[in-house]
């Protein structure tokens, strides 16, 4: 079934992205022309107003909108409709010449110069009150306009600031949290080292010039700061929606941005999921790996809301700041932009649609290069995908597949886990493991939702909990009910360590560390170096280990393999564990994606997949391609055929029903499907 539109006011697949109409108000003649190159290149929307903010508001409270007035005119007469930004992303020269308090306050305690973006306080009363003023004066002269169709608050939140006012807002934020010291000092282990609290002034946000080893203090910093940071958001969608409560509002987010921003409680006050997507294609890794990877950011943007989000940028062609920023080969464009709704966008937008003639972004790519015309490679590829959009449009928009299976990626367990200080201080690979446990399902073509662990894992019938070093949000319930009523748990090597406040469990077997419904306790935890490895037997196949290698006592477990090497060699490493009407296992190392593809394939090999598990079982993909589905109007499948090789692949489709293709239309009954190199096809499969 189809879900309700993501912009009401032009539900389409939409094509278009960023806009900087700005930059060019001095040459009239490139904006004319650009309003004919998005047309022939079938551009429906584009976003505008992201940087604007020193052109809207020149100087406090002198506004000029008319240039925006006369763009948005012309693109809604050229039948392209607008995604307006609230310019907050980057803040005009005289405002923090005049409000010093906005410019940000780094670790080392000084106050930062004008330049960059993002170099603004979310907790400043003279920012905020600027921007609800800005965002207000847009709200009430464009919200009601035909063209527009979403907001676009700010752009890629990100960063932090430590000047008194942050540091002063964290302290209430805690004392609202803890109530009193008494429970701070003792959640955060503050007794250690004589690091007691004994007035809330004395508490700074974490800094290598002063606190780092109070680790509760370090997390619960980075909670404060996506608190504060929604906050702001909030203050500017309050400041919209004011005007307009119709029209939705979205943030661009950045995939799996753990290191600063937990995407799972932004996402919240948000309509509509939007993201920015820059994978590194032709990397030396391999394209499938770097496709596996995007996907399952895709994969996460999508679950946030449960239904399909917004690609709100990705690369033409190139980027330009990456060590080495490489072309986008032939074909590469059109299949990445399938990779992307295959798991659920209905857009494919970009940065940028005119390339910049100076400063930082004028070699990034873009739509119209600085040739000005449609005589390229980069143009006619986005034309294509232009006129894809519009042939499946029809079929794929508004549809998602129901997710049989969830991950665990919880961005406060990252958080943690970077500052365990042991086992490993060299790494923890949290990311390396999810992506090991993702990888027969991308390939296969099972729907995954990555969820963190906030999350309603009732539904599932696989729950898959990588490293999941820290318990939090009632998780050990959540699962012990998961898999009471019948479900399978999947945990790994490091989990079930600390609580929220990363403060170490107590005892041997408790039902804090789930020992009930795993099945044993652990006592002691090695660390490899990087070139070290252990290996476990299991199904006659030998796997290496490496990172971690728990010692774990079985309770209640079966084993299914065990260490071979060092002293420990004979203790369990995978187990098996009966608990209600389902089952729990646990791997107690970090094993290989060799391991997790046939591990996978034996005790989840019957979870829904693009095309029929038989099918699978007689035609082994090649390595470079990967399969996605989402779940037709009717309940039928539309299936993505992916390959990322630079060769021709050809699959047998002997067995399958007649199915359409959606780009031509026509019925699809052959026995085999011919993909070039970087080529996609996209088949409707009736619901038998």
């Not at 879900?3 to 939409?14: E, N, Q, V, W, Y």
């Not at 365990?420 to 060299?426: E, L, Y």
Request: glycine share 8%; proline share 5%; charged share 20%.
């Amino acid at each position: 079934m189809k879900d309700a539109s993501l912009t009401p006011r032009f539900p389409a697949m939409l094509h278009g992205g960023d806009y900087d109409p700005e930059q060019w108000l001095r040459y009239p003649q490139v904006l004319e022309e650009d309003i004919r190159l998005m047309q022939e290149a079938h551009v429906n929307c584009v976003s505008i107003g992201i940087f604007s903010w020193a052109m809207l508001e020149p100087e406090e409270d002198r506004f000029d909108f008319a240039w925006m007035d006369a763009v948005i005119e012309r693109l809604w007469k050229a039948g392209i409709h607008v995604i307006l930004a609230t310019p907050s992303g980057a803040r005009p020269h005289w405002l923090a010449q005049k409000y010093p308090e906005v410019l940000r306050v780094g670790e080392d305690g000084t106050r930062n110069l004008f330049g960059g973006r993002h170099d603004h306080c979310y907790t400043s009363p003279a920012y905020r009150e600027r921007v609800r003023i800005i965002d207000t004066k847009l709200a009430e002269r464009y919200a009601s306009h035909p063209a527009v169709i979403l907001w676009h608050i700010s752009n890629e939140f990100g960063g932090e600031c430590r000047c008194p006012l942050c540091q002063a807002a964290f302290r209430d934020w805690l004392r609202e949290k803890y109530g009193t010291l008494d429970e701070l000092n003792h959640a955060w282990w503050a007794h250690f080292w004589s690091h007691t609290y004994t007035d809330w002034s004395q508490i700074e946000a974490p800094s290598y010039k002063g606190e780092t080893s109070v680790h509760g203090l370090d997390l619960d910093w980075k909670r404060f700061v996506t608190y504060q940071s929604t906050e702001f958001m909030k203050h500017e969608i309050a400041a919209v929606k004011a005007v307009d409560p119709s029209l939705p509002v979205t943030a661009n987010f950045m995939g799996m941005y753990a290191y600063g921003l937990d995407y799972y409680k932004m996402g919240v006050p948000l309509d509509v999921i939007s993201w920015d997507a820059y994978p590194e294609w032709h990397a030396p890794w391999g394209n499938h790996n770097v496709a596996m990877i995007e996907s399952l950011s895709h994969d996460m943007m999508r679950s946030l809301k449960k239904r399909s989000f917004l690609l709100m940028e990705c690369t033409p062609s190139t980027t330009n700041w990456r060590p080495v920023s490489k072309l986008k080969k032939p074909g590469m464009h059109k299949l990445s932009a399938v990779n992307a709704i295959a798991h659920g966008a209905d857009s494919v937008c970009y940065f940028q649609m005119r390339q910049s003639r100076g400063s930082t972004e004028k070699f990034h790519s873009a739509v119209i290069s600085h040739t000005g015309t449609s005589n390229t490679r980069t143009f006619r590829e986005v034309t294509s995908v232009g006129e894809m959009l519009e042939r499946i449009q029809s079929a794929v928009y508004g549809t998602t597949s129901p997710a049989s299976a969830a991950i665990i990626f919880d961005t406060e367990n990252k958080w943690a886990l970077d500052k365990t200080c042991g086992p490993r201080n060299a790494g923890l690979d949290y990311f390396g493991g999810i992506q090991r446990a993702y990888h027969w399902l991308w390939k296969n073509g099972v729907t995954t939702d990555i969820l963190d662990c906030d999350g309603d894992f009732s539904g599932y019938k696989l729950v898959i909990a990588p490293m999941l070093y820290l318990f939090r949000g009632g998780i050990q319930e959540k699962l012990r009910t998961f898999v009471k009523n019948g479900g399978t748990l999947v945990t790994t090597a490091f989990t079930g360590i600390v609580d929220e406040t990363d403060l170490c469990f107590l005892g041997e077997a408790t039902a804090e560390k789930l020992s009930d419904v795993m099945g044993y306790w652990i006592e002691e935890t090695d660390a490899l170096y990087d070139d070290e490895r252990n290996a476990m037997t299991w199904k006659g196949h030998t796997y290496a280990l490496q990172e971690l290698c728990e010692i774990l006592h079985p309770t209640t477990c079966e084993v299914l393999a065990a260490y071979e090497k060092d002293w420990y060699a004979g203790q369990p490493v995978l187990t098996r564990n009966a608990f209600g009407s389902g089952t729990a296992y646990h791997v107690a190392s970090n094993a290989p994606v060799e391991f997790w593809d046939a591990f996978l394939e034996d005790i989840a090999g019957d979870l829904p997949r693009a095309l029929p598990a038989a099918w699978y079982a007689q035609h082994p993909l090649p390595e470079t391609v990967g399969l996605t589905w989402r779940e037709a109007e009717d309940g039928g499948h539309i299936v993505f055929f992916q390959n990322y090789g630079d060769a021709p692949v050809t699959l047998s489709l002997a067995g399958l029903p007649t199915a359409v293709d959606l780009e031509t239309g026509a019925p699809f009954d052959g026995e085999t499907l011919a993909l070039p190199a970087f080529g996609s096809a996209i088949l409707r499969y009736p619901q038998s």
